[in-house]
């Protein structure tokens, strides 16, 4: 590191550029000089001149992310250039510099390295503790570097220079062994590190890319140089590590470091040099001890791995799986695990193979496991840890064995091998494909992720499933799927666990298979991994193979066997598996020919020092067994010299803990390894020999001390086994045990001789354990002719019966541990099952598609009309019983205010949404309003209160109430929410606002409405027609009316009921907002209230009406009706309807059922009264004086019939009789009818008029006449001309006026009353609505409603025959057409407008989107507030009515109140759905919380894309377009969006 010499301007500069950390004017500054060519060479000069200041002050800074982006800004400009970074390298040593610089950066946070040899040890490494480390303050210099590598001269000059390797391997030696984890065995330690982020972080940034880097340039022949050097480099880096952490040849204990990039360089160019520069590997390879070196560390992590995952580190906390899953992770793996896995593939393939699978099984620390005796000690590892650590070392050899990454597999091969095994653990999104497919980390390597063999190896595993919806609303997106043909002949389990990060993938990938199996029919069973064939190794690594064949894996493997066969504890399926798998494949990879293939079975005799005569496999198989000695524990049960049992109960047996004992042991069943390597060497035959099948030569070994605490070893004696077993035999008498009968294995080539020659049968590539054996037996037979000959004998002799066999003490227990694990699993079974069943139940009942209504009314015998008494259950005691006064039960409900009626448009299109300034939306045509228009106009010429009862409110903010159907009793809900009160757990709702969740099904609510205590409905026969006369029932009607005070809970009284129902009526009220209540002049009138109350009942109707489709033809209590709760609403607003009395003068009862009795005074009066205040169109805003009450009241024909019913219904006493409320329907629709020919009339054109009428005053006389509607529309006509009706300008014309259109246009006019009463009857009096055509809507929906005495065929039918005037049609037309006649008088202009017109709304719809998400962005993101006139930071449009509001944006804030929150309650009535435009995310607001709904908007790839990070094309789903308006229409997004938060207003 030089002093710095400024020789000129330039460098004065640069040097106080640095030395102010870059401040960002300089940066532009100096940049934008770079143009021009001497100026940029100079200026590149300098910066590399100062490149060491540069790292000092960034070491220094406290801004160091600001400074470091402002470098590269800097840097990757001039070393982006070849020519100049080549140019620079030459002339100012820019490589030296760099590594240099790097070097001197890392020294300043070294620390001594633990690993190994704590006191002693030499080595240096750096502490991820740092703050160097920790905040990569590293990476713009390790950048820069990764940048110059990328140039190939660069490349080639650092390759070619030696002392720069020296030191490059130097710098990456302060990384080998960073990080280390000690295992802690006694507390959990305290503190939990995280420096394992930055660990992981500085081996892949400042090693491993500089590595493929340079790995990109030694792709070809030429370039054997610098592979070699690097190798060589590496080596002597390597060899002195080992030295420095004073490391002979075992690993210190309870240790593990990930981080070994010296290995992984090794490895990797090794993998490169065999790959593609055609190099001899054994020229390059070390020599035999220094491989046994090499491959400890990498064999240690993945047995650490192992005990990672049986919680044999859970004392280290979290962070260690941590570690262990980031090791394996997809943007680790290729640079950590691959060629830590290579480079023991390549230790494996070079060292003697007894050597290394004995190594394998000390360092899994499972070595006592392997013995026949059916009890063991084992020192090092405690018995729960047995079974799982056995299955990690049998994994592992599986790995190691079959994985074909480095040894063969070309790019694509690759490429497809990690898709299939992605693919197959879960459905994957494109973009998390592409994430999790392990791409080379340098860009410029050639394959990457997207490129165009990508997308066809996409498109051959898998086929796309477009985005779909569940059930539950949860939304899916575009998927990828593995096609059935890559289950059926790719899916490879191997893969699978190399690349799962959580265990459950590996399930998870199973699970899918499985299901796979069942679905196409290929097995049913539960199956096991299938054996998938691999891709031929490289002639390098041939000696991989070897170890497949050697005598001490054959040794473990028919230990395994045996003990599996005889049920020993700590084995399982998977071990099983695992086993079976190294058999197939040794069998697969078996060297070419057997020797002396005819040669007898005297092969044991020849060669009596060992278990096995040779190292084949093939021959080894069948070579048999006849006794073992065994160390064992004097307890044990093999001492009494009890033969063991030749079959066993089924069930693998469970652990069973007993203290192990130390490394000295007999006939284990693997070789013993020795604690030195001299010893390793010279003992090696020696450890085989020990394994001797004959019982007289025992060889004592000695034991390592490290191990064998002094007294710890309990007494061990020696017992002899009688095995007399061969591999063939135990697996034959496996396939018996695992299918559970005798002699259930049978040749298979005695039937087929065929088989032998196709050995590759489609039915053995899939299934369980059986089919594995069979597999396994057949291939066997294949490879020798002897083998062959031998199962034949074996499956000949039958198996004797099983003597009783003697169990002693130690085996009962296990015994009996397995019985009590048995029964406790039926028992669990038994409870699972039986909860299955209540789920089931509740669901039922929850999904039930009748009302609760309807379900008690199954209980009331309708045969006769007697009446039973509703049974409620209360959801948090369990109770049943009836609602009564005292304790009245309660409906959980949902009051929330809605606008949603008020969107309807007279429109079939739905609007779009505006995506230029020409199209704008205007609010002027909806249903909302135009309601309001009429209300208030009406407001102007009539009485307040009459007005107040003439039409309905309720379109915008009205209250719609909804139940999940289940009950409670009131007083148990108010515990319940003081409990929620007291609850301290976050909950999504404010209890304090009384909102809570059904305590059953977990529904949303925020009321609780009283049932009404007695028979809840007089549910009498549907079409009982009473025989009293149309006047009786109209008198009886009036009377009922007049007994307010008569009310069957007297008000008087204050019961519990009444209390709970005037509670919930505040409720009701509370949930809209005051201006959505308040219509009255005079504020606060009890009008009001009157209007209100019979409003809610109509919204509710109307919803439902909506939910149905708009018409009742789908009959039936639809889904919307399902779980209703009008009855009980119905109650609790006639109760405080009849709080108000009508004045019996004004009672419009009186009006549709009674002639008036003098009705020419009437007549004058009423014309004095009008010519006193409407002399002048304005006197009345001018006159302020006169009060409303003086105005007249609303013309009958100008009331709304819907709204009368409701009124009238409301204000009887209830429950209402059957015969009443037919009586109250029949006369209203006298009234509807009328009002339809009145509107008829005005529609027609004059001359019509004439016609119509003549031809009335004709058949006027006629029989019926009263039940023709050319009658009845020609008296009308009559009596309307008297006013001046007629006379306002052209009048719309009906197109054409034929009897056929005018019966049409007269049934459409009705319609809409007949829906709203069917149901409001359907609600209260039960019985189903029938179902029927749209054209038998009308009739059908008559007849149910009585209006039609008897159904008559479609072709007479009219719809003037369901009238049943209760006093002379004539006399009533009259006096209601005279009350318009004496208005048109006065306000002629009026007349027409007023005139309740033939209602035809369309359903409610959102907006329409465009295609194309861009169409949007392009407006939007760039449109100006209308208040602030600036450009939002976050844009929104409300998708309801188009509006564009700022959301968050504080410009737009109206007392406290912001933008969206605002918009929501004056669009919504508190509920708001806003498209985020720079989001491409729906977000909806209810209330005071707000939830993320997702997006409507997808790429091809059927993803989202939120935040527009991955700025992919955007098109319209239009299923989740339909989804989300369906939520809307149907008020649930409460019930079906889980994730709500509270927005504060400031949305």
């Not at 199962?791 to 009996?816: F, G, M, N, Q």
């Amino acid at each position: 590191m030089d002093v710095l010499k400024h020789k000129c301007f330039l460098e004065e500069l640069l040097f106080w550029t640095i030395k102010y950390e870059f401040p960002q004017k300089m940066v532009t500054f100096l940049l934008n000089m770079l143009p021009d060519q001497d100026y940029k060479i100079a200026f590149t000069k300098t910066f590399v001149q100062h490149y060491a200041f540069i790292m000092k002050t960034l070491k220094k800074s406290h801004e160091s992310d600001t400074m470091s982006n402002r470098i590269v800004h800097i840097s990757v400009q001039l070393f982006s250039n070849e020519e100049l970074a080549r140019q620079v390298t030459e002339e100012c040593q820019l490589l030296d510099i760099m590594v240099t610089v790097l070097l001197y950066m890392m020294e300043s946070c070294l620390i001594k390295s633990e690993l190994q040899d704590e006191e002693n040890s030499l080595h240096v490494v750096v502490n991820c503790g740092e703050a160097l480390l920790k905040n990569n303050t590293y990476w713009p210099l390790v950048s820069d570097f990764i940048n110059i590598l990328s140039h190939q001269s660069v490349a080639k000059k650092f390759l070619e220079d030696h002392g720069l390797l020296v030191t490059w391997m130097n710098f990456v030696s302060f990384f080998q062994g960073m990080n280390l984890n000690k295992r802690e065995l006694n507390e959990h330690v305290e503190f939990e590190s995280q420096t394992y982020y930055a660990a992981f972080a500085a081996e892949l940034e400042a090693c491993a890319q500089p590595m493929w880097g340079l790995l990109s340039h030694c792709k070809v022949r030429e370039t054997q140089e610098y592979t070699r050097n690097v190798v060589r480099y590496c080596l002597e880096a390597l060899q002195d590590w080992f030295d420095a952490i004073n490391f002979v040849d075992e690993p210190a204990p309870n240790q593990v470091t990930f981080h070994l990039p010296l290995h992984r360089y090794f490895a990797m160019f090794l993998s490169k040099a065999v790959k593609c520069q055609e190099l001899d590997l054994d020229t390059i390879l070390p020599d035999q001890e220094m491989l046994m070196k090499l491959m400890i560390h990498p064999l240690q992590i993945q047995a650490s791995l192992s005990e990672i995952h049986s919680n044999m580190w859970v004392r280290n906390g979290l962070q260690i799986k941590g570690q262990a899953m980031t090791y394996v992770q997809s943007h680790f793996c290729n640079s950590m695990i691959d060629p830590d896995i290579y480079l023991l593939q390549v230790c494996a393939s070079r060292l003697d193979p007894d050597y290394f699978i004995s190594s394998v099984f000390e360092r899994f620390k499972v070595v006592d496991l392997l013995t026949m005796a059916s009890q063991h000690q084992n020192t090092v590892l405690d018995s729960e840890h047995e079974r799982s650590m056995l299955e990690g070392a049998l994994t592992f050899l599986v790995l190691l064995l079959s994985l074909r990454l480095h040894l063969g597999m070309t790019d694509d091969e690759i490429l497809r091998a990690e898709m299939v095994a992605q693919l197959c653990m879960n459905d994957r999104t494109h973009s998390s494909l592409l994430d999790l497919i392990p791409e080379n980390p340098n860009p410029k390597s050639g394959i990457i992720p997207g490129s165009l063999s990508f997308e066809s190896v996409l498109s051959a595993v898998a086929d796309f499933k477009a985005p779909v919806f569940e059930p539950g609303g949860s939304m899916q997106q575009g998927m990828y799927t593995p096609k059935a043909e890559v289950w059926d002949k790719e899916f490879d389990p191997v893969m699978v666990i190399l690349r799962t990060v959580y265990r459950r993938d590996v399930q998870s990938a199973m699970d899918r298979y499985t299901a796979f199996l069942k679905q196409s029919g290929k097995f049913n069973g539960n199956p096991w991994p299938p054996y998938k064939k691999r891709s031929p190794l490289h002639p390098s690594y041939k000696g991989l193979i070897k170890l497949l064949h050697c005598k001490t894996l054959h040794i473990v493997l028919f230990t395994l066997l045996y003990k599996i066969l005889m049920d020993h504890q700590n084995l399982s399926e998977h071990v099983l598996c695992m086993v079976l798998y190294l058999i197939e494949l040794g069998l697969e990879n078996s060297p070419e020919q057997e020797l002396d293939e005819e040669e007898s079975g005297g092969g044991q005799e020849r060669c009596h020092d060992s278990w096995f005569p040779g190292s084949n496999l093939v021959s080894n198989m069948r070579h048999f067994i006849n006794y073992v000695r065994v160390r064992v524990p004097e307890t044990a049960p093999e001492v009494k010299r009890e033969p063991p049992a030749s079959t066993s109960s089924d069930g693998l047996a469970s652990s069973q803990s007993s203290r192990r004992k130390s490394l000295q042991r007999e006939n284990s069943g693997t070789a013993q390894v020795f604690s030195l390597v001299a010893e390793r060497r010279k003992k090696f035959q020696e450890i085989i020999n020990r394994n001797t099948s004959e019982a007289n030569q025992v060889v004592r070994p000695k034991t390592s001390m490290k191990w064998s605490a002094p007294g710890a070893t309990p007494q061990l004696t020696t017992a002899i086994l009688e095995v007399k077993e061969s591999i063939l035999s135990l697996l034959i008498k496996l396939h018996h045990k695992l299918s559970g009968k005798q002699n259930s294995y049978y040749p298979p080539w005695l039937d087929d001789v065929d088989v032998l020659v196709h050995p590759e049968i489609p039915r053995y590539s899939h299934g369980d354990g059986m089919t594995a054996v069979e597999r396994i037996l057949l291939k066997a037979a294949v490879q020798s002719r002897l083998n062959k000959r031998i199962i034949e004998e074996i499956c000949r002799k039958v198996t004797p019966p099983v003597p009783p066999k003697k169990i002693s003490s130690a085996e009962k227990k296990t015994l009996d541990k397995e019985e009590r694990r048995q029964k406790a699993r039926e028992r669990q079974q038994k409870l699972l099952a039986e909860f299955a069943s209540r789920q089931k139940s509740f669901m039922e009942t929850a999904m039930d598609v009748e009302s609760p209504d309807a379900d008690i009314a199954m209980e009331v015998a309708t045969s006769e009309q007697h009446v039973s008494e509703a049974i409620y259950d209360c959801v948090i005691c369990g109770q049943s019983g009836p609602s009564t006064e005292d304790r009245p039960t309660g409906l959980v409900v949902l009051l929330q205010a809605s606008s949603v009626l008020g969107q309807c448009r007279n429109s079939t299109e739905p609007k779009k949404l505006p995506t230029s300034e020409e199209e704008q939306i205007y609010p002027w045509d909806t249903c909302a309003a135009l309601h309001d228009v009429r209300l208030a106009t009406l407001q102007r010429y009539f009485k307040d209160s009459s007005c107040l009862q003439a039409v309905s409110i309720g379109w915008e903010g009205g209250v719609y109430v909804q139940t999940c159907g289940h009950t409670l009793h009131i007083d148990c809900h108010k515990s319940y929410m003081e409990s929620l009160r007291n609850d301290q757990v976050l909950q999504g709702f404010s209890v304090d606002k009384g909102e809570f969740t059904c305590p059953l099904c977990r529904q949303f609510a925020n009321s609780v409405l009283p049932c009404y205590p007695g028979n809840n409905v007089e549910r009498s026969l549907w079409q009982s027609h009473s025989n009293k006369c149309m006047q009786d029932l109209v008198q009886e009607v009036e009377d009922l009316q007049e007994q307010l005070g008569t009310f069957p809970v007297s008000i008087s009284s204050e019961t519990n009921l009444s209390k709970e129902m005037e509670s919930v009526m505040k409720d009701i009220k509370s949930t809209t907002q005051k201006k959505y209540t308040d219509y009255s002049k005079s504020p606060g009138s009890p009008d009001n209230d009157f209007l209100f109350m019979y409003s809610v009942a109509r919204t509710n109707l109307e919803l439902e009406l909506v939910h149905r489709g708009g018409n009742l033809c789908s009959g039936g209590a639809s889904t919307a009706g399902k779980r209703s709760c009008l009855n009980q609403l119905f109650h609790v607003l006639a109760m405080h309807m009849r709080l108000y009395s009508i004045d019996s003068a004004y009672n419009p009862w009186r009006k549709l059922t009674q002639p008036m009795q003098d009705k020419n005074s009437e007549q004058v009066f009423l014309f004095t009264k009008y010519q006193f205040y409407f002399g002048k169109e304005t006197s009345l805003q001018r006159d302020s004086g006169l009060t409303s009450e003086e105005l007249p009241e609303v013309p009958v024909l100008y009331r709304d019939v819907s709204s009368l019913l409701l009124i009238q219904i409301l204000t009887m006493p209830q429950p209402l009789h059957k015969e009443h409320f037919s009586c109250i329907i029949k006369v209203l629709f006298t009234l509807l009818y009328t009002q339809a020919l009145a509107a008829l009339s005005v529609k027609c054109s004059a001359e019509d008029r004439m016609a119509w009428k003549e031809s009335g005053a004709r058949k006027k006389n006629t029989p019926g006449g009263e039940k023709s509607w050319e009658v009845l529309l020609g008296h009308v006509i009559t009596e309307l001309s008297k006013g001046k009706i007629y006379e306002e300008g052209d009048t719309e014309e009906l197109t054409v006026v034929n009897p056929d259109s005018v019966e049409c246009y007269l049934q459409q006019f009705c319609l809409p009353f007949l829906r709203i009463t069917s149901l409001l009857q359907h609600h209260l009096f039960g019985g189903d609505l029938p179902s029927c055509q749209e054209d038998e809507e009308f009739t059908l929906l008559a007849s149910c409603l009585g209006l039609l005495p008897s159904f008559q065929s479609a072709h007479q039918f009219t719809s003037a025959s369901c009238l049943d005037w209760p006093v002379p049609a004539f006399d009533m037309i009259s006096q209601w057409c005279s009350e318009l006649a004496s208005f048109a008088d006065r306000h002629p202009d009026q007349v027409k407008a007023l005139l309740i017109q033939e209602p035809k709304w369309d359903l409610p719809r959102l907006l329409q989107l465009p295609e194309n998400y861009n169409t949007i962005f392009q407006y939007y993101h760039r449109k100006t507030c209308t208040v602030c006139t600036k450009v939002p930071k976050d844009p929104a449009v409300c998708l309801v009515c188009g509006t564009f509001v700022c959301l968050k944006g504080l410009c737009c804030k109206q007392q406290s109140y912001c933008e969206c929150v605002l918009h929501s309650q004056n669009c919504g009535a508190g509920t708001g759905i806003f498209l985020l435009i720079n989001a491409s995310v729906i977000i909806i607001i209810r209330g005071h919380r707000f939830c993320l709904w997702g997006s409507v908007y997808l790429d091809a790839h059927g993803e989202e894309d939120r935040d527009l990070r991955r700025g992919k094309p955007l098109y319209i789903c239009k299923e989740r377009y339909k989804v989300l308006e369906q939520q809307w229409v149907s008020h649930t997004f409460d019930h079906i969006n889980k994730r709500w938060g509270p927005h504060y207003n400031g949305l």
